[in-house]
């Protein structure tokens, strides 16, 4: 099974400041074939379902604020909040694509200091 | 409005079962991959399941031979046969819908549930 590591497990950001999660996986997720990352990020608020944020590394899904942003390629990928604001605080999950079973990471939980 | 309802939740003893169900509205049900996520109660997320438009399965081992996928999409529902239920299956389900384009065991989410409770305990 391919292992998917975030880090920080949680982190405290002030309005307006930059978030950056990180995620590790345990082998490469990128398809040499089609040059496409098999990875997504995924927004989860309080009491709520997650949400698509990020698709193939790093492109946003549709309606996702632009503060929001993925990149990396192969095993090492980063999901950046340029300028948080209050409804960002959530949990931010990673998870890879490329092979069976799909994987998620352990969760990274966002705050305001 | 695009969204996908769970169904079927509930308390059960160890070794029980229970069906959940999963109704889809908004989209044309029969043309997508569909799957079960589940979260354990502050924790995070297992896929549990895959079917595809064609209605292959596939599973992870931690639920191969207990856990049933199926599809109707006359009546645009995605099912989940729980058998020999353990403590560990509490958690949240999902049901969860994969994003065109790729194999229906290698996508992203692109519609989640709001998820339905299940509880294993005597």
């Known amino acids: 099974d391919i292992v998917m590591t975030q880090s920080p497990d949680s982190l405290a950001v002030s309005l307006g400041e930059r978030a950056t999660i990180n995620c590790k996986s345990s082998?490469?997720?990128?398809?040499?074939?089609?040059?496409?990352?098999?990875l997504a990020w995924y927004q989860q608020k309080p009491g709520q379902s997650p949400k698509l944020l990020i698709y193939w590394a790093s492109i946003r899904e549709s309606g996702v604020p632009d503060r929001f942003s993925g990149s990396g390629s192969g095993t090492d990928f980063t999901l950046t909040i340029s300028s948080l604001q209050a409804e960002d605080v959530a949990v931010y999950y990673c998870q890879q694509h490329y092979d069976t079973p799909l994987t998620f990471g352990g969760g990274t939980k966002v705050e305001i200091k | 409005e695009v969204q996908l309802v769970e169904s079927g939740g509930g308390l059960v003893q160890p070794g029980g079962s229970l069906r959940l169900s999963c109704t889809a509205s908004?989209?044309?049900?029969?043309?997508?991959?569909m799957h079960w996520v589940r979260q354990v109660t502050g924790k995070g997320l297992e896929w549990v399941s895959a079917i595809g438009t064609f209605a292959d399965t596939y599973y992870p081992d931690s639920v191969k031979g207990r856990f049933t996928i199926s599809r109707e999409n006359a009546k645009n529902s995605l099912y989940l046969q729980m058998n020999s239920l353990r403590a560990g299956d509490t958690a949240v389900y999902y049901c969860a819908r994969i994003a065109r384009g790729g194999s229906y065991t290698r996508g992203y989410f692109d519609l989640w549930g709001r998820g339905t409770l299940v509880t294993v305990s005597s």
């Open positions: 082998q490469s997720v990128f398809y040499s074939f089609n040059n496409k990352n098999y």
């Open positions: 908004g989209f044309t049900f029969s043309s997508y991959d």
